[in-house]
């Protein structure tokens, strides 16, 4: 499957935001395909808050960079209505705490059109949203809600770590044809990285090797894939190499990188900014040991949040929020090794 | 975009003429619709009752006119969105009875191939997107529906149906205020049954007419008698007319009452039966079948409809039995189209 390799594919790269890779996506993508079309509060003449969407409104005008009310269930339902009219809708959800408010479009209508319709609707719909914690934005405005997601099935679900990611995967998700929950991370915005100049879509559902190794399997997505690099710097200094895997996309899930490191370094840590109860890793730990319980030569550690609402307090978020130190203390442990 | 565009007037010669909502509906073919839609609910609580269908009912007896009306005075083309009690709707937009039976048997052959059941009927070949087991779920998609036709301009209009009790719902609110900020080609069709499931309206809603919840809005609201299936065909009409012309959405509240319970097996012990019995005299097809008489249709001619309308009933249940359940090994299919990712 994926080999170690950079974020980028092949030629020259320039340096980028990752929000102004995710607009290069949607400006090339709305060139490319006249059916596609951007819902969404504050993205037209405000640009977005995070400025993803700006200038889309001068260059393709009001008829599809769309300003709504805050009406999030009327938002992502009239979204459907335009799929169902033969349009491509991207919305922004400008928070993901936001999507519990249109909870009931996105699950009971968007997520189940095609099944309980028989096939006859598509709802080629991509919510593009942020979440994560940006430094003392409160409980409502910090969760990662990936996991509810990944629940509901008739979703697909992208969290991209870096600016070639997050174009390269934005354009697939545009093109799918399904609904796709795209979750940004708030931190990340204007973290610069390389993009290929000559970028392509990057296919939903392949995983990346950020780092090969032999000692440790290191899985994470969007921003803790941060942490794993961290902790594996570290762990690089005592003479332990560990393999890093970015998911990309949760859903569907690259199960066949993730065997191939595990089988190979026979130790697993997951780390992930969502809670830890019920959370993404759980599904990861549980799937890993059905499928490689006999490679495994410890158990599979999570590295989460806390299960406490993100608190507003500097020192009480960090408690809440996973670091590298946990994570090099997981490794420690998973290979018996005492600190 | 319709943001711009709002409470400007039309700009002549901008939108295309249909002539439906300039015809006097022909009353026979209206009473032939909603008598089919009776019978076929009927058939189906017998069904029910014997165990050959299964899961919920919600049976629009004593509603016909509103969906009959409605949808006549629809083009093929345009859009609905509809709700749990959705079976009259969908056969009204031109579903046909064998689909309908077929996916309350929950065959392949049903209109949704068995995946849907009786409160998400959709089909799309007919304009229906789709009926919901929510209250007032249906209503944003018909406002992106309408978002669509107006970015389309295929001066499409989309009518979306729910019940009284969807107007406390804070999405109702959210689209009539988006259809109206765009002044969109939408249609808020409410059927006023008088009970939200089984609370009476006067418990539940803090306005007496449901119509006059479109003024928060600017919408205009219009009250028809719901069981006079040419009242709510000329009232939708209009409001058709309106949507074509870029004159923005429209609300309609249409008084009717269900002569069933909210669901099969409701004991209805929260309304008097002398209130039932009331209701039963103002039946829609008896309103109907009067006027029919009144206006010279000899009592053959209508005997005629009802035979034909049972023949083809009987054959959509033969045909429903007849047809192969879906394979266990398709369970999953329909859950994800493949990537049209080049």
């Given at each position: 499957m994926s080999s170690a390799s950079r974020p980028s594919t092949e030629g020259p790269e320039r340096i980028l935001t990752y929000a102004q890779a995710l607009n290069e996506a949607l400006r090339e993508e709305m060139a490319r395909d006249q059916s596609v079309i951007l819902l969404g509060e504050d993205i037209g003449d405000y640009g977005g808050i995070f400025t993803v969407t700006r200038g889309l409104l001068g260059e393709f005008g009001s008829g599809r960079v769309i300003d709504t009310p805050i009406s999030e269930g009327a938002i992502v339902g009239s979204a459907l209505g335009l799929a169902l009219t033969g349009y491509r809708p991207v919305v922004e959800?400008?928070?993901?705490?936001?999507v519990f408010v249109a909870s009931d479009q996105l699950f009971n209508h968007v997520g189940k059109a095609r099944y309980i319709s028989g096939g006859q609707r598509?709802?080629?719909?991509v919510v593009r949203t942020q979440q994560g914690s940006?430094?003392?934005?409160?409980a409502q405005h910090s969760q990662c809600l990936e996991a509810i997601f990944c629940h509901v099935p008739g979703w697909k679900v992208v969290a991209p770590s870096n600016a070639a990611d997050a174009k390269g995967l934005l354009k697939s998700a545009i093109r799918d044809g399904n609904p796709v929950a795209f979750l940004e991370h708030k931190a990340l915005y204007f973290q610069k990285s390389p993009v290929p100049t000559e970028s392509s879509a990057i296919p939903l559902g392949k995983a990346r090797v950020v780092r090969g190794g032999g000692d440790v399997t290191l899985i994470a997505y969007s921003k803790a894939v941060e942490l794993a690099v961290a902790a594996a710097d570290q762990l690089a200094g005592e003479g332990i190499m560990a393999e890093i895997i970015d998911?990309?996309?949760?859903?569907?899930?690259?199960l066949d990188t993730i065997l191939e490191s595990v089988t190979k370094t026979k130790h697993v840590i997951i780390i992930h900014?969502?809670?830890?109860?019920?959370?993404?890793g759980a599904e990861l730990a549980a799937t890993i040991q059905e499928k490689a319980f006999h490679h495994l030569e410890a158990p599979v550690q999570r590295i989460a949040a806390l299960?406490?609402?993100?608190?507003?307090?500097r020192t009480l978020e960090k408690t809440v929020l996973p670091r590298v130190g946990d994570v090099v203390a997981a490794v420690h442990a998973s290979l018996g090794r005492g600190e | 975009m319709p943001k711009h565009t709002k409470r400007k007037a039309p700009s002549p010669g901008a939108t295309r003429t249909r002539s439906v909502a300039n015809h006097q509906p022909d009353l026979v073919k209206l009473y032939r619709k909603m008598y089919e839609i009776r019978r076929v609910e009927e058939r189906l609580e017998e069904l029910f009752r014997a165990s050959e269908i299964y899961g919920s009912l919600h049976l629009c007896i004593g509603q016909e006119a509103t969906v009959t009306g409605a949808c006549a005075a629809l083009a093929a083309d345009d859009y609905i969105t509809g709700t749990y009690r959705g079976h009259g709707a969908t056969l009204a937009k031109g579903t046909s009875v064998q689909a309908v039976f077929a996916e309350l048997f929950g065959r392949e052959t049903g209109c949704c191939h068995g995946r849907g059941g009786s409160m998400l009927l959709t089909d799309l070949a007919v304009g229906n997107l789709g009926c919901s087991?929510?209250?007032?779920?249906g209503i944003p998609i018909a406002v992106g529906a309408a978002l669509g036709a107006r970015l389309s301009k295929n001066n499409r209009v989309s009518l979306t149906f729910f019940g009284e009790?969807?107007?406390?719902?804070g999405v109702f609110h959210e689209s009539l205020n988006m259809a109206a900020l765009w002044n969109l080609p939408c249609i808020f069709f409410c059927?006023?049954?008088?009970?939200a499931e089984m609370t009476h309206i006067s418990k539940e809603?803090?306005?007496?007419?449901?119509?006059?919840?479109g003024c928060a809005c600017g919408v205009p609201g219009v009250v028809v008698d719901g069981n006079d299936v040419e009242a709510v065909y000329r009232t939708t009409a209009q409001a058709v007319t309106r949507a074509r012309a870029e004159q923005g959405p429209t609300i309609i509240e249409a008084i009717t009452y269900r002569?069933?319970?909210?669901?099969?097996?409701?004991?209805?012990?929260?309304?008097p039966k002398e209130e039932v019995q009331a209701w039963r005299e103002r039946d829609p097809l008896l309103v109907a079948r009067r006027r029919l008489e009144d206006r010279g249709i000899k009592s053959e001619q209508v005997e005629e409809i009802h035979q034909q309308v049972q023949a083809e009933i009987e054959e959509a249940v033969t045909f429903a039995r007849q047809s192969p359940e879906p394979k266990s090994e398709e369970v999953?299919?329909?859950?994800f189209c493949e990537p049209t990712v080049d």
């Open positions: 959800i400008m928070f993901v705490d936001f598509a709802a080629p719909i940006g430094g003392g934005k409160g998911l990309r996309t949760l859903k569907p899930l690259d900014e969502a809670h830890r109860f019920c959370g993404f299960d406490v609402p993100v608190p507003f307090n | 087991g929510i209250v007032a779920g009790g969807a107007t406390n719902q059927e006023n049954n008088l009970y809603a803090s306005v007496e007419r449901m119509a006059d919840r002569l069933t319970g909210h669901m099969f097996g409701d004991p209805q012990t929260y309304r999953s299919r329909y859950v």
